[in-house]
């Protein structure tokens, strides 16, 4: 645990405060996982479009619908109704499709995803390839200070930001700041920190559509003489981002700092089925951090088969507050103080991962690593050999795929990850590397895996050990 001082410097991004979270081991460290048999998490790690499409149809139905009535009612004081509701579901429940389009896991097809994205970013004033990369960070370094760039309450707690927060009274300075500083190039130092410098460019490109957007709301204002097009976009954020910070406070407010373990540092709780569809299910917080891959719909199930492994969830949305709002106030009192989550008796506690290690055949190096029957279509298997791991695939034609096991843009092991066509896609951070020759397929994967050699013969599945690296 890092000493806790008065003031919020060492939450800042620099190089001093990384090393010292390096130096502790808690950068890119390994975090509890809750036992979850592989062929069950297989199930639930299976990608659909057609929960998200309806709900994504129903809530932009919401959205033009509310936008309809506010200018039906243009000009009566009944518009203000419509449009708080406008405002609520534009800034406030945007984040969450934000958050789950990020992950890449609300729909099947990538582009949906991609394409939402963009929209629910614009939407809650935030830069789609900035924040990517802050939340690839954020789940590399859950509240690890230092690390962590997306902290909502560092220690000892801002209380005032927090309320000017639920206005965005400081996220509309700050993001235009940005914009601009980004539309022509400007990374900040803080930025530096989390993002790749090949990524400059589309930081810059996608600063001036933003732009682009707000100026051609601003000229619309101006020409036609009416508030509403600012209103509809730009002025929801003042209205609507409470509704924000009342879900994305609960989930990680006044927990632990510095432990590698999410049932610690995160919140789940129970609500009602309107929250969860606003909220898109990520109540349930620390199964999502725990295992990132996992699509929103498939969270509740996932909750049922680890939840006594984990803290009792939390009973309300409102149980959350009656817990967030005395430990804040403690916590500007006494900055040390924070909740500390009980396990219970029977709860799993060391870093546990299924290992296989098999048996040398022959003088040309294969390696007997398991029956042809064990390693099922779209299934991975994690493979130890003297100090390296491996990853050991088969596509759904039954092709055969070996790769090392550890991702080469954190360490997480691909084991646990998707096949997605002729991919794999990473537990941790949703990086792509394709398995024919190992060559990067998505960000943030910018380095390639070493491939080797398998096959299948008498039933039996055989690997061999060759180091391919095709070049970055
Ligand atoms: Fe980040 Fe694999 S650890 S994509």
Not at 89 to 117: C, P, Q
Not at 235 to 258: C, I
Not at 374 to 380: A, I, R, Y
């Amino acid at each position: 645990m890092s000493e806790v001082v008065s003031d919020q410097s060492r939450y800042l991004l620099n190089r001093k405060n990384s090393q010292k979270a390096i130096e502790a081991g808690l950068a890119e460290a390994e975090w509890y996982q809750s036992p979850i048999p592989r062929e069950t998490l297989r199930e639930l790690l299976v990608r659909r479009d057609g929960p998200a499409i309806r709900d994504t149809l129903v809530w932009f139905g919401i959205i033009f619908g509310a936008a309809a009535a506010t200018v039906a009612l243009w000009g009566s004081l009944w518009a203000v109704f419509p449009y708080l509701i406008y405002a609520a579901i534009y800034a406030g429940s945007a984040d969450s499709r934000w958050h789950e389009t990020l992950h890449g896991t609300a729909f099947k097809t990538d582009w949906m995803n991609s394409v939402l994205y963009e929209i629910a970013s614009f939407m809650v004033l935030r830069e789609g390839v900035i924040w990517r990369w802050s939340h690839t960070r954020h789940h590399s370094d859950t509240i690890i200070v230092g690390r962590d760039p997306e902290i909502a309450a560092p220690r000892p707690p801002d209380i005032a930001g927090i309320l000017l927060g639920l206005f965005a009274i400081r996220a509309y300075p700050q993001y235009f700041k940005n914009l601009f500083l980004h539309s022509v190039g400007k990374i900040s130092e803080r930025e530096m920190e989390f993002i790749p410098e090949s990524e400059y460019p589309k930081v810059a490109r996608t600063a001036r559509v933003h732009l682009l957007i707000y100026f051609l709301v601003t000229v619309s204002s101006i020409v036609f003489q009416s508030w509403i097009p600012v209103l509809f976009i730009g002025l929801p954020n003042l209205f609507g981002t409470w509704l924000m910070l009342v879900y994305g406070l609960t989930q990680h407010t006044g927990l632990a700092e510095d432990v590698l373990d999410h049932r610690l540092n995160s919140r789940t709780f129970l609500t009602n089925r309107l929250n969860c569809f606003l909220y898109w299910n990520m109540n349930y917080h620390v199964e999502h951090h725990m295992f990132p891959l996992v699509p929103y719909h498939a969270v509740p199930r996932l909750h049922e088969l680890m939840k006594d492994d984990c803290p009792p969830a939390y009973a309300s949305l409102w149980s959350c507050w009656k817990e967030i709002v005395p430990t804040l106030e403690r916590q500007c009192r006494e900055p040390a103080y924070h909740v500390e989550r009980v396990l219970p008796e029977s709860a799993g506690t060391d870093v546990q991962r299924t290992r296989r290690a098999g048996k040398l055949v022959d003088e040309e190096g294969w390696i007997d690593v398991c029956g042809g029957e064990e390693l099922k279509s779209m299934d991975v298997l994690r493979y130890d050999h003297e100090e390296r791991t491996y990853a050991i695939y088969r596509g759904s034609e039954g092709e055969l795929y070996a790769t090392d096991g550890i991702c080469t843009h954190g360490k997480t092991h691909l084991a646990e990850g998707l096949i997605v066509g002729k991919m794999i896609e990473c537990p941790k951070h949703n990086g792509r590397f394709n398995l024919e020759d190992g060559s990067p397929a998505r960000k943030p994967v910018c380095k390639a895996l070493k491939t080797h050699e398998v096959k299948e013969c008498d039933g039996r599945v055989f690997f061999r050990i060759g180091d391919r690296l095709v070049k970055n």
